[in-house]
């Protein structure tokens, strides 16, 4: 059965949206449309991504990242996954921002991911692993 996550929204997209919808406000305000128009249509595909943004792990030993109606899905084979690391952004003292999983895959490609259940996640990366490797072997 393939296992399906959810992606986390973070603060910062929260306050980005947040900015831009003023902004359009603003645009609106002074009688600049098509600007106030781009801003809105910016802002409708953001939430669009963000919403729909699912990475899916499936018993054919794939990792497929869906990052919504308007984007291509990336293919990840299980494979070719060197390793997932944690990995922070935006260090302020002792205290980190946010975080996120970055896959290490051969050819030194990587895609960053922000699953809501970053353990749940590597776990079953890894069981998957261990189940392509015992059937090479």
């Keep these: 059965m393939n296992r399906i996550f959810h992606t986390r929204i973070t603060w910062y997209k929260y306050l980005f949206l947040i900015l831009l919808g003023l902004l359009a406000f603003y645009l609106l305000w002074i009688k600049s449309i098509i600007p106030a128009a781009f801003c809105?249509?910016?802002i409708?595909?953001?939430?669009?991504?963000f919403i729909h943004t699912t990475y899916t792990v499936t018993n054919q030993g794939e990792v497929i990242v869906y990052k919504g109606r308007f984007s291509k899905s990336k293919t990840i084979l299980i494979k070719d996954i060197i390793s997932v690391d944690k990995r922070y952004i935006m260090k302020i003292g002792s205290f980190y921002a946010t975080s996120y999983l970055l896959i290490w895959c051969i050819n030194d490609k990587y895609i960053p991911v922000w699953p809501v259940k970053e353990r749940e996640f590597i776990d079953i990366i890894e069981k998957q692993q261990q189940k392509t490797v015992q059937t090479t072997h």
């Design 44 to 49: 409708v595909f953001l939430i669009e991504r």
């Design 40 to 42: 809105m249509l910016l």
